[in-house]
């Protein structure tokens, strides 16, 4: 069952649901608070999404949270969605903030059968949705008169001035401590989802992950090489322009001379596992100089190196 207003959220949500081919059924709730209006509401959900019509004028003053439970006490035992979508969550995170300091939001289900599978979408696209779908919908007049409404005229504007994804990273205050940011989640669940026997992706912040078959692992981006520049236990100074330092990528052969760096690595008995952190020194796709082992012809006096002793 699908709990709808008449707005593009829940509309969007019963078209979706019975698109995906779910025996959907809708409900409405008639609070009698607009006059006319709600009663267009309510004969808008019963002759376009086929609703059962509820009428529960509110008793003690029409506080969102007394609407919300007259909602909710309809059809119990039975399992409702309602058309919730991210939008709303920023602002419920906004709202919790502002009033307790706490940065709690909706859940995407309750112990009562109330289930929100929108959560993660934007209310943008449930309007985009609605457009796509030739699905007429009602917007509620009285909505700005609310504290939501304030929050969503003024607040999340004015956040948005000041970093336009402040609404992505307000929803991050819902992560669990210690989880990845949400960002670079995806950046690794794309790499061990792909096919490729080698894959790099950029976590941003001067670190790639990569993947080679079986093995993954962190490196930093490549970073120009025009002032003195530290990667891990070296120390490099340049003597030549256009120079850049990456970490070693299986199949990087020295300029000119058509080595391995792998085998220039086994050569001077370097550790695998101190392989992927020993700097490079390229010139455009050209490995010039391996600092400590061995420079390409002409690149000898490129670049000054110099290694920290292992404590």
Not at 39 to 55: H, K, N, S, T
Not at 148 to 171: F, M, Q, S, T, W
Not at 227 to 232: L, Y
Request: contains cysteine; charged residues 30%.
């Amino acid at each position: 069952m699908c709990l709808v207003s008449g707005g593009p959220d829940s509309t969007c949500l019963w078209h979706a649901l019975g698109a995906l081919g779910y025996r959907v059924s809708a409900l409405h709730v008639n609070h009698k608070l607009r006059g006319a209006e709600s009663e267009d509401d309510a004969r808008f959900c019963r002759e376009l999404l086929g609703a059962e019509i509820f009428e529960a004028p509110p008793v003690d003053g029409g506080a969102e949270a007394e609407l919300r439970d007259l909602r909710y006490s309809f059809a119990p035992g039975r399992l409702r969605a309602t058309g919730h979508t991210a939008s709303d969550q920023v602002e419920t995170i906004l709202y919790r903030l502002a009033t307790s300091g706490t940065p709690t939001g909706i859940r995407v289900s309750r112990e009562d059968g109330v289930v929100r599978p929108l959560l993660t979408v934007w209310r943008a696209e449930t309007e985009a949705y609605c457009h796509a779908e030739g699905l007429p919908f009602r917007l509620d007049s009285s909505n700005d008169e609310t504290v939501r409404g304030l929050i969503r005229r003024e607040v999340v504007p004015g956040l948005r001035r000041i970093h336009p994804a402040a609404e992505e990273n307000v929803l991050r205050a819902l992560e669990p401590s210690g989880r990845l940011a949400r960002p670079i989640e995806n950046a690794l669940l794309e790499l061990l989802a792909s096919r490729e026997g080698s894959k790099r992706v950029d976590l941003g912040g001067g670190r790639v992950a990569v993947r080679e078959y079986e093995s993954v692992w962190l490196e930093h981006s490549p970073k120009r090489l025009d002032r003195e520049v530290r990667w891990g236990r070296w120390t490099l100074r340049p003597r030549r322009r256009g120079l850049h330092v990456r970490s070693w990528r299986a199949g990087d052969r020295l300029a000119n001379r058509n080595l391995k760096v792998q085998d220039l690595f086994v050569d001077a008995k370097v550790p695998r596992s101190e392989r992927e952190a020993w700097p490079l020194v390229v010139r455009g796709e050209e490995v010039v100089y391996v600092p400590g082992i061995a420079a390409a012809p002409g690149w000898e006096d490129a670049v000054e190196g110099e290694q920290e002793c292992a404590t």
